[in-house]
C-alpha cells in the first residue's frame, strides 16, 4: 500500500510525488492519459521531421522556480535552450518592441519608440532587482508568505512601498502610460499581461505584465532541448530512481472517504488504491470537488462558491511545421523566440472586448512561438517549427469576423478559424502561409480530450483576475493547498499561485501533507528541526 496517492502525472503531480519520495514516502501516481506530463509534452504529430509542442513550450517561470532548482533536474538530462532575444512584438509599420536577456538590448529598442524609454524600463528593472528575489519565494511559497512577506516588508518600509502597490494594482494600459512616452514598453507589458486572462484595462494586469516581462529580462523564455516532454521525462526518471510508480492509462473516478478522511482513489476500471497517509489531486477544482469527492463530504458554502468559480480564457492554438524561417517584415523578430501579435495596445484591448462580449475576434491577438529559432534540434536546418495560440470565448454569443464562427468547432469551424490565425500571422509577415508545409488544429474540445485540467481549453486553472487569487483561490478563505478532506490536498494550478510550469502548487500540497503526518508529542523545536531535515532531503541529490 502506497503511502501517498497522486492523481495527475503532470509538472504539479509529478513534482509532488518527488518531494514524497525524497522525504522517504512509497509514492504511486496514477495518469488517464496514456503518457505523463499533462501540459507539458512533445512529439512529432504534425510532420515527422518536426518535433512540436503539444500545449506549453516556454517557461520563465520554471527557469526562476527555487521548487524546480530544487530538484536538480539537470542530473535527470533536462537542458535549456534560448532564442537570441526573448521577446519581439513587432507593429505594421516596420516598428518592432524587443525584449533580450541583455538589458543594453531591450533599453534600446524602447528609445528607439521614444528617448527616454529605455532609461524608465532600466528604472522598472532596478525596482525588479531589489524586489525581485522575495516576490519570487512568496509567488512559490504557500499562503500566507509570512517570511517573504516580512523580507518585502523591510525592502519597502521608507521607499516608496506603497507608490509600489499602487503601481502593481494598475491595468496594464494605465502603467504602460505613466511609466512609457512611446509604445514600445506598453507593448511589452500589455502583451505579456495577456499571457493570462487579463485585459489590458483589469485591475492588476499592470503588475502581472510586470512580473512576466522582468522574469523574461532575468531568466529569458528558455525551452528544454529536445522538446517540451524533456521536462516531464526528467521529472518521472527521478521518481522512479527513489521507487515511486507512475501508472499511465489509470483514470481516478473517485476518491474513497471514510470518516472524513481520504483513504484511497478508485479507478474507472474499478481498482481500488489505498493510501495509507494522503491523496494529492492535481486536477481542475471543479473536477475535484463535487466530481471525485462526493458533495456529501463537501461544505455547503464550498459548493455555494464554486457556482462562481470562474475559469480563464479558452485557447485555440495550431502548429506549423514551415519550410523556412518565418518572413517578419520587422527583421528583429525573426531572432525572437516568442512573438506578439497584435498592432498596438488599443487592438490588445479590442480583442479582449471582444471576449468579455462573448464574441470571437475578428482579429485575435496570437502568441507566436518560433522553436526551431530557440532549439535547433526541433526541425531541419533552414526550418521552422512553429505554433500561434489565441484566447477566445468559453461561451460564444457571436463572431466578431463575417464567417459565423458559433463556437461549435466542428471540423469547418476549426479549419476557419486557424486560416483567421494565420492571416494574424500574414499582417506581420506577408508570404507566411506559403511556407506552410503541414499544420494541426488544437480547438479547445481537443485540448480538453488530451489533458481533463483544460476545461475549454482553458490553460491556467482558474482566471488569473484578482478576485480568483491569493486567499480568494480557488474560492474565498482557502489559498492553501488543504481540503475540507483530512488527507486529501490540491495540487494542481487552481491552487496558489496557479498556472504556469513552477511546481509551486505541488509542492504546497506536498509539504502540507508532510506536515500534516509529523511525529505527534514532537515538541516544537523538534517540529521546527523536522521540518528542517525535510527540506534538506528535497534539495539533497
Not at 504511486?28 to 512540436?52: F, K, T
Not at 529605455?118 to 524586489?131: Q, T
Not at 523578430?333 to 497584435?342: F, Q
Request: hydrophobic content about 40%; charged content about 20%; proline content about 7%.
Amino acid at each position: 500500500m502506497p503511502e501517498a496517492v497522486v492523481i495527475g502525472a503532470g509538472p504539479n503531480g509529478l513534482v509532488a510525488a518527488n518531494l514524497l519520495a525524497d522525504a522517504g514516502w512509497s509514492v504511486e501516481v496514477l495518469e488517464e492519459q496514456s503518457e505523463p506530463g499533462g501540459a507539458v509534452r512533445h512529439d512529432r504529430g504534425v510532420h515527422p521531421d518536426y518535433v512540436s509542442d503539444l500545449f506549453s513550450s516556454f517557461y520563465p517561470l520554471a527557469a526562476a522556480s527555487p521548487v524546480l532548482a530544487g530538484l536538480q533536474l539537470e542530473r535527470e538530462g533536462l537542458r535549456w535552450s534560448h532564442a537570441p532575444y526573448v521577446l519581439a512584438h513587432p507593429l505594421s509599420d516596420g516598428r518592432c518592441a524587443l525584449l533580450g536577456r541583455n538589458i543594453d538590448d531591450t533599453a534600446a529598442a524602447l528609445s528607439a519608440f521614444s528617448p527616454g524609454d529605455g532609461d524608465a524600463w532600466r528604472e522598472l528593472h532596478r525596482v525588479w532587482e531589489r524586489l525581485g528575489p522575495d516576490l519570487v519565494e512568496a509567488l512559490f511559497t504557500p499562503f500566507p508568505p509570512v517570511r517573504a512577506a516580512a523580507r518585502l516588508a523591510v525592502r519597502l518600509r521608507g521607499s516608496g512601498g506603497l507608490r509600489l502597490a499602487r503601481s502593481m494594482m494598475l491595468p496594464v494600459r494605465r502603467l504602460g502610460e505613466e511609466e512609457f512616452d512611446g509604445e514600445g514598453g506598453r507593448l511589452l507589458l500589455a502583451g505579456n499581461a495577456l499571457h493570462a486572462d487579463l485585459a489590458p484595462e483589469a485591475a492588476g494586469s499592470g503588475g502581472f505584465g510586470w512580473l512576466m516581462s522582468m522574469l523574461g529580462q532575468t531568466h529569458g523564455f528558455p525551452v528544454p532541448i529536445g522538446g517540451s516532454g524533456v521536462l516531464t521525462q526528467a521529472l518521472v526518471r527521478r521518481l522512479r530512481k527513489r521507487g515511486g510508480v507512475v501508472r499511465c492509462g489509470e483514470r481516478v473516478s473517485q476518491v474513497v472517504v471514510r470518516g472524513g478522511r481520504a483513504v484511497a482513489v478508485r479507478t474507472a476500471g474499478g481498482e481500488t488504491v489505498p493510501a495509507r497517509r494522503a491523496v494529492l489531486a492535481d486536477v481542475s477544482v471543479p473536477l475535484l470537488y463535487g466530481g471525485l469527492v462526493d458533495e456529501v463530504h463537501l461544505p455547503a458554502q464550498l459548493l455555494a462558491d464554486l457556482r462562481r468559480f470562474q475559469w480563464d480564457f479558452a485557447t485555440f492554438k495550431v502548429d506549423w511545421a514551415l519550410s523556412a524561417p518565418v518572413p517578419w517584415s520587422a527583421a528583429q523578430a525573426s531572432s525572437a523566440g516568442t512573438v506578439h501579435l497584435a498592432d498596438g495596445v488599443d487592438e490588445l484591448t479590442r480583442f479582449a472586448a471582444q471576449i468579455a462580449m462573448h464574441r470571437i475576434p475578428d482579429r485575435p491577438f496570437a502568441l507566436f512561438g518560433q522553436m526551431t529559432t530557440t532549439d535547433p534540434t526541433r526541425s531541419p536546418l533552414g526550418t521552422e517549427s512553429a505554433w500561434a495560440y489565441t484566447h477566445i470565448p468559453h461561451k460564444v454569443t457571436g463572431d466578431a469576423g463575417d464567417d459565423g464562427l458559433t463556437g461549435s468547432w466542428d471540423t469547418r469551424e476549426q479549419e476557419v478559424m486557424a486560416d483567421r490565425l494565420e492571416a494574424q500571422v500574414e499582417r506581420f509577415a506577408p508570404g507566411f502561409r506559403d511556407l506552410v508545409r503541414a499544420r494541426r488544429i488544437l480547438a479547445p474540445p481537443t485540448l480538453q480530450s488530451l489533458n481533463a485540467n483544460l476545461h475549454g481549453g482553458a490553460i491556467n486553472g482558474g482566471t488569473t483576475a484578482l478576485h480568483q487569487q491569493l486567499v480568494f483561490r480557488p474560492v474565498p478563505g482557502t489559498g492553501r493547498p488543504e481540503t475540507p478532506v483530512k488527507g486529501l490536498y490540491l495540487a494542481s494550478a487552481g491552487a496558489h499561485p496557479g498556472g504556469g510550469v513552477h511546481g509551486a502548487p505541488g509542492a504546497n500540497a506536498a509539504r502540507a501533507a508532510l506536515r500534516g503526518h509529523l511525529p505527534t508529542g514532537l515538541s516544537r523545536a523538534q517540529r521546527v528541526l523536522t521540518r528542517r531535515d525535510r527540506k534538506g532531503a528535497r534539495t539533497s541529490p
